[in-house]
């Protein structure tokens, strides 16, 4: 399995971002898990949303829940992150992740900068 984010970059405070996870390599079937982790310097890593593939299913960390929305298409093979109402405290390099029943995959990280 091969991840691929994007859509990182630097945003003002209130503002929004969506990032993207193209998945490719292995077929995904419904049981398996994608989700965002991410890492601000100096810190550990601190897991952002999760959903199985689905659709039914997902999870939010406390820090982040009601402001980011975790999806996928499907078709595309993608999955998303709408961001809303970012805050300084969100700034850090996003990590897609796959989780399949014994393995574990992970992107390259896209960063995000959200300034005051």
Known sequence: VQ???????????????????????????????????RQAPGKEREFVAAIRWSGIGTMTGGSVKGRFTISRDN????????MNSLKPEDTAVYYCFARKPVTDYWGQGTLVTVSS
């Open 75 to 82: 078709a595309k093979n993608t999955l998303l992150l709408q």
């Open 3 to 37: 991840l691929q984010a994007s859509g990182g970059g630097l945003v003002q405070a209130g503002g929004s971002l969506t990032l993207s996870c193209a998945a490719s390599g292995r077929t995904f079937r419904s049981r398996d898990v994608m989700g965002w982790f």
